[in-house]
Every structure is written in C-alpha cells, then in structure tokens.
C-alpha cells in the first residue's frame, strides 16, 4: 500500500478556451510536477471542476493522469448523495492501478452521523481501493463529527483523511489518533497540520513552486522549524492570493500566464477578474525571487530576504 504522506497536488482539468478538456496542457503539467518531489496526484478533487465533467471525460482525463504520473501515486476523487452514487463513479477506474479514492460525506442530504458512518461503511464494502475521508463540510453542508470520524477509521480500508473541517482542536485530536494519516486540505494550515505530527497535505497551490512546499514539508519532518517557518511565512501571500476567488481559477491564471494552458473553468465558475489575476502572479513572482535565494542555498539571505 502506498504510504499516503507528504504534499499531493490536487490537479486542475485544463480545458482549451472553447471548453474542451486540453490533455497536451494536463500531460505537460504532470511532467513539470513529476520531478519535483512531489507525492503524489489527486485528480477529481475540487481543483479538478469534476461535477463538470461527464463521465466519458473523466474516464479519459483519469486514464491520461495514470499513464503520465509514472511511478507516483494517483487518488482519484468520488462523491454523491448515495453509496450508489459515489459506486457508480468507481466503476469508471476499475482497470487502473490507483493508489485510493477519495470520498466526501453525502451532500445536500445533511444526514445523521450514523447515516455518514453507514455510507462509508457500505462503499468499503464495494470496492477493494483505500479510501481517503474527504472532511469538507462547508461545502457538503454536513459537519463530521470526530466521533463519527473515528468509527469511520475503523474501517480498515479507510487509511487517510483530507481535513478540511476547520476545527482545529478534531484536526489535533485525529492527528493524536494515529489512526487515519492526516493530510491538510487547507493550504493556509499545511504548517500547522504538519507541525503537529500530520502527515502532509493535498494543495491546489502547490500547482505553483511544489519545490518549496515539499521542502517546508521535509524541513518540519527533520526539525529544521527555522527553514519550515520560512517557507512558511513565504508561500503564505501566494497561498492567499490564490484563494482570493472560487479555485481554481486564479491557479489557473497563472498558469495560463506562465504558458502552461488557458485561464477556461466551466460554468458556473468564471474566470479570475483581472485584478485577482494580477494579485496571484505577483505573489507567485516575489516567491520566484525567495526560491531563487533558497536554491542557491544562501540561508542568511534567504532569511533576511523572507523578513523584508
């Protein structure tokens, strides 16, 4: 089984500016990530615009992320009101050798806690896949609560959890745990979570410089918390920028103005206004400048240069 830990990039879908889905874009974008140290993908995350997918779309999108990831791991992410309905997207992976599935509670329903234990329960029982809990209640509108979380860990084929619950004291408590492998959701709290024993993180930004968020990751598993925190203070405005309308659409500005694809999100998402655009590649450049220090491993500077 895969070890489910350090930074994971949940993939955007470039799509070509009349809407299709670009799969040179996807190919050349998981050949830049590929080598820098990342962890693994996650393709139908919420960065992936997957509810606007059909079904023959993400078959091939999924199909494209397998072949070209080489040797690292995939997850491919599920979610619907019904166990039928999350299964039925499962079906669409069965001939690929992924690492795990992700799988939010059911939304819209807003079930019991007994109901979501249930849920998860009944998908286990469907597929043979590592499950990764994807916690994230602002958008499914239903809170899991950490007891809840805990009888889910029970089931042994669920292995880890995307926590995107905004409680930081059930956050601490899984972490404790050591039952579920966390991974922050929220790129905001990728030093925190990690800080406390968590095991990584699943972060749209790390479309953008993953170098740096893999060595945050690596400095605070070797103690090194001067360098951590550096990092961490460093990618902080970029991370905001990046978030400062609906994702992925000021991920994919940048990329777009860096030449990897187009801006293009499909409806109801709209493209990021000039002025968060412009926030976002700004933000990216002032950290092209930290990690151009950082490479050429001038601590002091680097230091100094994070500070300013």
């Keep these: ?26 190919r050349n974008l998981i050949a830049q990530l590929r080598d820098s140290g990342v962890a693994g993908f996650v ?13 023959d779309e993400k078959q091939r999108v999924i199909a494209c992320v397998v072949q070209e990831s080489g040797a690292l ?21 069965d001939s690929l050798p992924l690492a795990g599935v992700m799988i939010t509670a059911p939304y819209y329903v ?3 806690q007994q109901a979501i234990i249930e849920f998860f329960n009944d998908i286990a029982a ?38 995107c619950g905004g409680d930081a004291r059930k956050t601490q408590s899984l972490i404790a745990d050591q039952r579920l492998a966390v991974l922050s959701g929220e790129d905001h ?22 170098r740096l968020f893999v060595r945050m990751h690596r400095a605070l598993n070797e103690g090194n918390l001067n360098e951590a925190l550096a990092l961490h203070h460093a990618l902080a405005p970029m991370i ?8 992925p659409a000021p991920v994919k500005a940048v990329l777009a103005a ?38 050429n491993c001038q601590e002091a500077a680097f230091l100094t240069l994070i500070d300013e």
Excluded at 126 to 131: C, G, Q
Excluded at 141 to 159: F, K, N
Excluded at 240 to 247: D, I, K, T, V, Y
Aim: glycine content about 8%; proline content about 8%.
């Design 240 to 247: 905001n920028a990046l978030f400062s309308e609906p994702s």
């Design 189 to 210: 709290l990728l030093f925190t979570t990690i800080a406390q024993g968590g095991a990584g993180g699943i972060a749209a930004s790390a479309h953008l410089h993953p």
């Design 110 to 112: 807003r079930p019991s």
């Design 258 to 295: 860096l030449g990897t694809g187009h801006c293009t999100v499909r409806k109801p998402l709209l493209v990021a206004t000039e002025s968060a655009a412009q926030r976002a590649f700004d933000a990216y450049q002032r950290v092209t400048e930290i990690a151009r220090v950082h490479a």
């Design 1 to 26: 089984m895969h070890q489910f830990s350090g930074i994971w990039v949940p993939l955007i879908t470039p799509f070509t500016p009349d809407g299709k889905i670009d799969f040179n874009t996807l």
């Design 73 to 93: 791991p995939v997850i491919a992410g599920a979610s619907g009101i019904t166990p039928d309905n999350v299964c039925d997207q499962l079906t669409l992976y």
């Design 126 to 163: 469907r597929t043979s896949l590592p499950i990764v809990v994807y916690d994230i209640p602002y958008r499914t509108g239903v809170q899991m609560e950490l007891e809840t979380l805990r009888a889910i860990a029970r089931i042994p084929s669920v292995v880890a959890i995307k926590d």
């Design 43 to 55: 393709a139908f995350g919420t960065t992936g615009e997957p509810a606007a997918l059909s079904n």
